[in-house]
């Protein structure tokens, strides 16, 4: 089992700026990345940011310019930093971990934290 704890969500207007954050603990064995997605009412979890271990990083164009990923995998930790937050940000974020083979089944989600943002 892997837990994974979300904090930073809440209520901002627009251009307002949040930073999320996720620790991971139990059973982690060698991470391949950590990454934040989102679910809007209604609609799918899509992928917002995520990062390797190795540092690289990946970005839905939507969020590009505007919101930063990054990582303490010394702490297992990986922080979402959004800036000039729009309306259509809102929606709760997950956090997710995922490991390398064999260790696959330990990769998992966290319980999400909502981030809504007012016009």
């Known amino acids: 089992q892997v837990q994974l704890v979300e904090s930073g969500g809440g209520l901002v207007q627009a251009g307002g700026s949040l930073r999320l954050s996720c620790a991971a603990s139990?059973?982690?064995?060698?991470?391949?990345?950590m990454g934040w997605y989102r679910q809007a009412p209604g609609k799918e979890r899509d992928m917002v940011a995520t990062?390797?271990?190795?540092?690289?990083?990946n970005y839905a164009d939507s969020v590009k310019g505007r919101f930063t990923i990054s990582r303490d995998f010394a702490k297992n930790t990986v922080y979402l930093q959004m800036n000039s937050l729009k309306p259509e940000d809102t929606a709760v974020y997950y956090c997710?971990?995922?490991?390398?083979?064999?260790?696959?089944?330990?990769?998992?989600w966290g319980q999400g934290t909502q981030v809504t943002v007012s016009s």
């Open positions: 990062i390797t271990t190795g540092g690289s990083t």
């Open positions: 139990g059973n982690i064995f060698r991470i391949k990345h």
């Open positions: 997710n971990l995922e490991q390398f083979p064999p260790y696959t089944i330990y990769s998992g």
